[in-house]
């Protein structure tokens, strides 16, 4: 399983960004996808996920003002989550990174979460 992950960028605060999470390879291991973030000096914490049938989980931070989307290929080659950034405020300001986890219940540790992509810069300016 590869994760590409896209989007991100220098924002000013009240703003929206997009991010993409383009699963492919084995999908058929991936029930969820979701996003974690990693701001300077904090551990990575989770952000959201879209399990399959569209049950999501989103972290109290951001309810309302993140929403997380998905989109599987017809003929399962590739699975793609969208995570609309809205709001933004300066402690959103973080790497963010996608993940995928085979568990097929909402989970939310990092370690239950199997293939990762790499992260995307998101600066949220004051």
């Known amino acids: 399983v590869q994760l590409q992950a896209s989007g991100g960028g220098l924002v000013q605060a009240g703003g929206s960004l997009g991010l993409s999470c383009e699963a492919s390879?084995?999908?058929?291991?991936?029930?969820?996808l979701g996003w974690y973030r990693q701001a300077p000096g904090k551990e990575r914490e989770f952000v959201a996920a879209?399990?399959?049938?569209?049950?999501?989980?989103?972290?109290?931070s951001v309810k309302g003002r993140f929403f997380i989307s998905r989109d599987d290929a017809r003929d399962d080659t590739k699975s793609t989550a969208y995570l609309q950034m809205n709001s933004l405020k300066p402690e959103d300001t973080a790497v963010y990174y996608c993940?995928?986890?085979?568990?097929?219940?909402?989970?939310?540790?990092?370690?239950?979460?199997?293939?990762w992509g790499q992260g995307t810069q998101v600066t949220v300016s004051s």
């Open positions: 993940a995928g986890t085979r568990w097929d219940t909402i989970v939310t540790s990092m370690d239950q979460y199997d293939f």
């Open positions: 390879g084995s999908i058929g291991n991936i029930n969820a």
């Open positions: 879209i399990f399959s049938g569209g049950r999501t989980n989103v972290t109290d």
